[in-house]
């Protein structure tokens, strides 16, 4: 057995537990030094492989796979600054909690520190960003070693999987020697996986705990609760036992997109809007707020909780110990799993009799209208009503492109948001859907790079995925659309385009006149279509609600090109907030 034998044996037997842990894809970069690393998940045969000549945007495009999918998703690259190209997603999916496998090829020993080329210094590339650290020293495929290689297969998933915490990125750093090549072919497994298809070190999930109890303690006798759901990408049944909570407990619900629990008789869509409006959030102070998931994007939401007091109780669903509590306002912060604890928590408090002032719980778990409940679901009616008008139907603004884009596509879609403007503007104009699309955004670090890669990673499931970007943020990552032409994705991108950074001309900073418009704002000089006939995508400028509307149902890759005017989106946003100051009043 040569060295180089040794090398694809171990690699063969990691690979293979990754697959047997849950793994169904991988992304790799081309490169020397990774060679085996490559190979062997190439011809493992079980992975779906996915080929990117970027490695940042190799990254971000296995961040959307796991996202879409919630399993952890293997990449690997060579050596040297293509393992540092890997540093941005790699931070998203430690902020977002998005597990990732990171196989990174390096130098021996020997060759470090000596001056051999493409050799940076690997060990621990990622620092805190991970959440475990390995580096894997391929040496002679002994039986023992060979058990160790699966052994380690599973704990790097399971601890990407956030078996024993929360998701996230994995590190394994693998030092190869030359030759890269097998020169005969490898022969059978001398340690094969065990019977059955089954993972060499099983980790069952433990069954889901519950802080129903406490929930349920906190709930007795307020008069006034209210949820606030945020992102929660990991537990596709969250959604619907918010909505079911809110509904026993006759509390609204204020749901992010991201969050996808804006739905139901309960939820309230216009929040952002109705928090702007002075005096608004006075007069409909809760006394217990629930929480679930990441703080919601809106920075009026965010201001008006930090803002309540001491005296209101305000409670969080924490499943995996993140402490979303930057302002310091949480009275306690619940463990378990938050869906059993919601439905356990919602059967309770249908079950129980009213505290004096509340409205009486039905049997069939959905209290009767009450005041504190119509406020919010009228004053939402209105502020709805004043947008639309506000926004009109016609020729396309800011609001009214993500207001079209969430409400013209049904639940088989998902609707990935770049930051920035676009995923405040769907928070803010999204109405409530039973039925609307999944809403992913990287909102972990919530930087803009990687927006297009990480977008086409969920095209990559074969979900029907719609893109909506800002000429900045596709500018940033257009590189990544190769990808579309190679891998044969489909992919609808919806382009925002107001020649500059518009978030920016809401802030401080744009009064900064000297300097703004090429420092700040920096419009990119790009053409859309030029960017479309590079890439192989069908281009169409759209100009009003009805033709994009209609542009979002055709199938294939395209970019739908939607100039806006970067100035007036300021006045039309203000106006917007003038309107629904005067509908609630």
Not at 252 to 265: H, I, M, N, Q, Y
Request: with cysteine; aromatic share 4%.
């Amino acid at each position: 057995m040569t060295p180089t034998a040794d090398s694809y044996l171990l690699l063969r037997a990691f690979v293979d537990e990754l697959v047997r842990c849950g793994a169904t894809d991988a992304c790799t970069s081309p490169g020397s030094r990774s060679t085996p690393l490559v190979l062997s998940l190439v011809r493992d045969g079980r992975l779906r492989c996915h080929s990117h000549v970027d490695e940042r945007a190799s990254a971000f495009f296995a961040l959307g796979l796991a996202k879409a999918t919630r399993r952890p998703v293997p990449i690997a690259c060579t050596s040297g600054t293509a393992a540092a190209e890997y540093l941005p997603a790699v931070i998203e999916a430690h902020e977002a909690g998005v597990p990732l496998v990171v196989l990174t090829a390096d130098r021996p020993p020997e060759l470090r520190d000596v001056g051999a080329g493409q050799t940076v210094d690997q060990i621990k590339l990622y620092g805190s960003a991970v959440r475990w650290f390995v580096d894997l020293g391929i040496h002679d495929a002994t039986p023992t070693r060979l058990r160790w290689a699966r052994s380690l297969a599973c704990r790097v998933m399971w601890a990407a999987s956030g078996a024993s915490g929360r998701p996230g990125p994995v590190h394994v750093n693998v030092p190869l020697r030359e030759p890269l090549v097998l020169d005969a072919p490898l022969g059978p497994d001398p340690r094969p996986g065990r019977p059955a298809g089954v993972p060499w070190l099983a980790r069952p999930a433990a069954a889901p705990a519950s802080s129903a109890q406490a929930l349920t303690g906190a709930l007795t006798g307020a008069r006034r609760p209210l949820v606030v759901a945020g992102r929660a990408e990991h537990d596709p049944a969250l959604a619907g036992a918010l909505a079911a909570f809110a509904a026993a407990a006759g509390a609204p619900l204020l749901a992010d997109p991201l969050s996808d629990a804006r739905r139901g008789a309960h939820a309230v869509a216009h929040y952002d809007a109705l928090l702007r409006v002075p005096g608004f959030g006075d007069t409909h102070r809760p006394d217990l707020v629930v929480r679930a998931g990441d703080l919601p994007t809106s920075k009026p939401l965010r201001r008006w909780l930090a803002g309540l007091g001491e005296r209101v109780v305000q409670v969080a669903l924490d499943p995996e110990a993140v402490w979303s509590d930057p302002d310091g306002v949480l009275s306690a912060a619940l463990p378990g799993d938050p869906a059993a604890t919601l439905e356990e928590a919602a059967r309770a408090a249908a079950d129980r009799p009213a505290a004096a002032g509340t409205p009486p719980i039905h049997a069939a778990g959905r209290p009767p209208a009450s005041e504190w409940l119509d406020g919010w679901r009228e004053a939402d009616r209105a502020a709805g009503a004043a947008i639309a008008a506000a926004l009109g139907a016609g020729a396309l603004n800011e609001p009214l492109i993500a207001r079209t884009v969430a409400g013209g596509l049904g639940a088989e879609h998902v609707l990935f948001v770049a930051s920035s403007m676009p995923v405040r503007d769907v928070e803010t104009f999204a109405a409530v859907r039973a039925d609307g699309p999944r809403v992913l955004c990287n909102r972990g670090a919530n930087g803009i790079d990687g927006t297009v890669a990480s977008a086409l990673g969920v095209a990559a499931t074969g979900t029907a995925t719609t893109l909506l970007i800002g000429d900045v943020a596709l500018a940033y990552d257009h590189s990544a659309l190769l990808a579309i032409p190679r891998l044969g994705l489909d992919v609808t991108i919806v382009l925002v385009d107001n020649g500059g950074g518009g978030i920016f001309d809401f802030l401080p900073v744009s009064g900064e006149t000297d300097a703004y418009e090429e420092h700040v704002a920096t419009p990119t000089g790009l053409a859309p279509r030029r960017i479309a006939a590079l890439y192989g995508l069908e281009y169409e400028r759209v100009k009003d609600a009805a033709g994009l509307t209609a542009a979002l149902g055709r199938p294939g890759a395209r970019l739908l090109h939607a100039p806006t005017d970067r100035a007036g989106n300021v006045a039309l946003h203000r106006r917007v907030w003038a309107a629904v100051e005067d509908a609630v009043a």
